[in-house]
């Protein structure tokens, strides 16, 4: 394994080891998309009564847009030089030609949003424990995504679409805002990531996450570290380059452009691209460095790690994937659960639809408000769940909750531990956690719509 640091030494390695060593299944967010954003979309009766539309592939909405996705992308890559901070500008070979060959429009367009070509871009559906399937053509995890390992996904039912089949809007959004994760769209774009794309498609070397596991590479956009102590930054200048911001806004604007040219498919696909990463700032462990660990502390693991004194840094390590992993297990399971048995008051789902009054979207919120108010929560969550997780699966670094069988059975493990007070003191923190999603996920569908119509 081969780390190249070639400054900042104490704190550079320190972070670049524990971001480095995040597990895969610590990128994911929220575990299984849908669960969070069904709720969040279906309670906005504009999303919930939107009329059935043509499900489309994506080969047809570009070759039939072409000329005007040409001016879109050319005018959005100068608002992103000018607005988003580290954006690296796209390589001019890969700017969005009209006049290229049709059968190339697909790759063409993936390159110049800059995600993976080998993402399959089927038209599928899938859906939420105990939701009506249609009697569709059922398919597996490995049918639609080109990733090896797909177990988060072992007992999601997915079905097949056809051109022209109509579908309920709301469903394509609940679908879509897991694609980003199950289809893969940033995993290798990194120089460093032994890809093709990753050569050409500007953004460098990969600043943190594991290079070397599938899923590492996407770590630099699901995650946001804006509102870390100055000195992380002066010593650590890599946790600036992170791309979140890039995708919602990019997404924001290609909805309302599909839903502007008759192409209403591809403008709630869209959508739910841009809300899986909105979603992702809501997690404090996606908005924090190392929640539960101090900058002071950070730096004195660190500096007896290069005196030889390693086990204090590996646990650290440990402890805090093991604590992201919980948590999102935790919700995972409560929701996945809730749907099954239908439970329409279970307390997560009352506040992914909340009705509390949306504010007006702006594209500072993601950084500004969204990683915020996930980063100010971080530790309280991290000291809720040491407290009120089972010890082995938040305070023992030699146990590796993410493998484990174990994490199945977190809310029974958590009651016979801790007692139904704990269960309650998770939920009330996952509530918590949830409810910004609603309000600002909201806030983002109907900035979409609203830009859709203005433009007509």
């Given at each position: 394994m081969k780390i190249n640091l070639r400054k900042?030494?104490?704190?550079?390695?320190?972070?670049?080891?524990?971001?480095?060593?995040?597990?895969?299944?610590?990128?994911?967010?929220?575990?299984?998309?849908?669960?969070v954003t069904y709720p969040v979309a279906a309670s906005l009766r504009e999303v919930r009564n939107a009329k059935p539309v043509k499900a489309e592939s994506l080969d047809m909405f570009v070759n039939s847009e072409?000329?005007?996705?040409?001016?879109?992308?050319?005018?959005?890559?100068?608002?992103?030089?000018?607005?988003?901070?580290?954006?690296?500008p796209l390589p001019a070979a890969l700017t969005f030609r009209a006049n290229s060959d049709p059968n190339s429009a697909v790759s063409r367009f993936c390159r110049a949003i800059r995600i993976n070509p080998r993402s399959k871009l089927p038209?599928?559906?899938?859906?939420?424990?105990?939701?009506?399937?249609?009697?569709?053509?059922?398919l597996s995890a490995k049918n639609i995504s080109f990733l090896q390992d797909t177990s988060d996904w072992d007992k999601t039912v997915f079905v097949s679409l056809k051109n022209d089949e109509l579908v309920r809007p709301l469903d394509v959004l609940v679908t879509a805002s897991d694609d980003p994760d199950l289809l893969g769209l940033d995993i290798g774009l990194f120089t460093d990531n032994k890809t093709d794309i990753g050569k050409i498609y500007g953004f460098g070397e990969q600043p943190f996450g594991n290079p070397n596991l599938e899923y590492g590479s996407q770590a630099p956009f699901h995650m946001g570290f804006y509102h870390e102590a100055s000195i992380m930054y002066t010593l650590a200048g890599f946790?600036?380059?992170?791309?979140?911001?890039?995708?919602?806004y990019l997404f924001r604007k290609l909805s309302a452009f599909a839903f502007q040219t008759g192409h209403p498919y591809w403008g709630w696909r869209f959508m739910g691209w841009g809300l899986h990463y909105l979603a992702d700032l809501t997690q404090p462990y996606h908005a924090t460095v190392l929640p539960g660990v101090g900058t002071g502390y950070a730096l004195w693991i660190n500096t007896i790690d290069m005196i030889g004194i390693s086990s204090p840094k590996a646990n650290a390590i440990q402890l805090v994937s093991n604590r992201h992993t919980a948590i999102e297990k935790f919700?995972?399971?409560?929701?996945?659960?809730?749907?099954?048995?239908?439970?329409?008051?279970?307390?997560?789902?009352r506040a992914l639809q909340?009705?509390?009054?949306?504010?007006?979207?702006?594209?500072?919120?993601?950084r500004k408000v969204i990683a915020k108010l996930a980063h100010d929560k971080a530790e309280e969550a991290d000291d809720v769940l040491e407290k009120n997780m089972p010890v082995k699966f938040v305070g023992d670094p030699q146990f590796e909750i993410?493998?484990?069988?174990?994490?199945?059975?977190?809310?029974e493990k958590i009651r016979t531990e801790k007692g139904e007070k704990a269960v309650d003191n998770l939920v009330n923190l996952?509530?918590?956690?949830?409810?910004?999603?609603?309000?600002?996920?909201?806030?983002?569908?109907?900035a979409i719509l609203q830009d859709a119509k203005e433009l007509k």
């Open positions: 900042n030494k104490w704190i550079t390695s320190l972070l670049f080891i524990i971001l480095f060593s995040i597990s895969a299944t610590n990128l994911l967010a929220w575990n299984e998309h849908p669960l072409a000329k005007k996705l040409a001016i879109f992308f050319a005018r959005e890559e100068e608002w992103a030089k000018k607005n988003l901070q580290w954006y690296p038209l599928y559906l899938q859906f939420v424990p105990g939701q009506d399937d249609g009697r569709r053509t059922k946790l600036k380059k992170t791309y979140p911001e890039y995708r919602i919700v995972q399971v409560v929701l996945q659960r809730a749907y099954t048995a239908k439970e329409t008051n279970n307390p997560l789902l909340s009705d509390e009054k949306a504010p007006v979207y702006a594209d500072t919120m993601p993410g493998t484990s069988p174990e994490r199945e059975q977190i809310v996952s509530k918590d956690l949830l409810k910004p999603l609603a309000m600002y996920g909201h806030s983002y569908i109907r």
